[in-house]
Nanobody
Framework: QVQLVESGGGLVQAGGSLRLSCAAS????????MGWFRQAPGKEREFVGAIALSSGSTYYGDSVKGRFTISSDLAKNTVSLEMKSLKQEDTAVYYC???????????????WGQGTQVTVSS
């Protein structure tokens, strides 16, 4: 059983930066891929990006490509989401998730954190 806990959310001005962390515990984490998703009120859950923990390879959703970066530290069992050039439309609850496939589809992830709110003001 994998447990995930996100942290680092908060209020930031447009154009600013924020770094989210996801602390993982339980299981052999290196076999998983970690995904980041976000969900704004009234909207569907959106894929932000994912990282394969075994290789470090990453890929991102189109709306954040070039602005967000995912990294991992297996020694600390953490995955980070560095967000730069934030826009108001980035406002959402951000979730980290663990799954085998590293898919962009949230339903393919087995374990989820509780989420952390990111609010970008004008």
């Amino acid at each position: 059983q994998v447990q995930l806990v996100e942290s680092g959310g908060g209020l930031v001005q447009a154009g600013g930066s924020l770094r989210l962390s996801c602390a993982a515990s339980g299981g052999n984490l290196s076999k998983y891929a970690m995904g980041w998703f976000r969900q704004a009120p009234g909207k569907e859950r959106e894929f932000v990006g994912a990282i394969a923990l075994s290789s470090g390879s990453t890929y991102y959703g189109d709306s954040v490509k070039g602005r967000f970066t995912i990294s991992s530290d297996l020694a600390k069992n953490t995955v980070s989401l560095e967000m730069k050039s934030l826009k108001q439309e980035d406002t959402a609850v951000y979730y980290c998730a663990a799954g085998i496939s590293g898919s962009r589809y949230w339903i393919e992830y087995d374990y989820w954190g509780q989420g952390t709110q990111v609010t970008v003001s004008s």
